[in-house]
T-cell receptor
Framework: AQKITQTQPGMFVQEKEAVTLDCTYD???????LFWYKQPSSGEMIFLIY??????QNATEGRYSLNFQKARKSANLVISASQLGDSAMYFCAMREVLSGSARQLTFGSGTQLTVLP | GAGVSQSPSNKVTEKGKDVELRCDPI?????LYWYRQRLGQGLEFLIYFQGNSAPDKSGLPSDRFSAERTGESVSTLTIQRTQQEDSAVYLC?????????????FGDGTRLSIL
């Protein structure tokens, strides 16, 4: 079974509008971290936001917020007031603590976001 | 520099040759990871180093792949007898430690093309 599922291969949003990128995850661990990364066409992976499994409040970082619904195992990224520079591939990732000794990130397949002028 | 540094940025080689990729993590970061990203896909975990512990090699796809790291410094990923399916971007990441709340910071990657 997929550990991280991103069901939207591509998304379009009008500049200055908000957009939600979906992410669901699968784990039996109680302790884990959820991350979102942005990958522009230049290729670098840019860390955006983190949500811990025990965090009761949704994480926010500037225009990025994470809509964390633990019971539904979803961690959707919300980008407010979209900008042209937000056009990129967005990856959701999970880091499990207990069952994975490597503590590596497991990535979803990504969502290509295009912001329209 | 302040970020993760990888070299070379691009590598083109013939099938059957060996290649060596280098990663210089952020100073003070004890954890180092190698990932592979095939065109249009997400990242696949390859190998993990944490301090002086034995590396976790569970993600290496075959025995042609190996990696080394000296202490908490530079790491090299070696691919022997390269094959065309090895063509991908190889990304290195480091983090302060192994706790779940510590983000991994990535280098710009090495784009490997096997002819």
């Amino acid at each position: 079974a997929q550990k991280i599922t991103q069901t939207q291969p591509g998304m379009f949003v009008q500049e200055k509008e908000a957009v939600t990128l979906d992410c669901t995850y699968d784990t039996s661990d109680q302790s884990y971290g959820l991350f979102w990364y942005k990958q522009p066409s230049s290729g670098e992976m840019i860390f955006l936001i983190y949500q811990g499994s025990y965090d009761e409040q949704n994480a926010t970082e500037g225009r990025y917020s994470l809509n964390f619904q633990k019971a539904r195992k979803s961690a959707n990224l919300v980008i407010s007031a979209s900008q042209l520079g937000d056009s990129a591939m967005y990856f959701c990732a999970m880091r499990e603590v207990l069952s994975g000794s490597a503590r590596q990130l497991t990535f979803g397949s990504g969502t290509q976001l295009t912001v329209l002028p | 520099g302040a970020g993760v540094s990888q070299s070379p940025s691009n590598k083109v080689t013939e099938k059957g040759k060996d290649v060596e990729l280098r990663c210089d993590p952020i100073s003070g970061h004890t954890a180092l990871y190698w990932y592979r990203q095939r065109l249009g896909q997400g990242l696949e975990f390859l190998i993990y180093f944490q301090g002086n512990s034995a590396p976790d090699k569970s993600g290496l796809p075959s025995d042609r792949f190996s990696a080394e790291r000296t202490g908490e410094s530079v790491s090299t990923l070696t691919i022997q007898r390269t094959q065309q399916e090895d063509s991908a971007v190889y990304l290195c990441a480091s983090s302060e430690g192994q706790y779940s709340n510590q983000p991994q910071h990535f280098g710009d990657g090495t784009r490997l093309s096997i002819l």
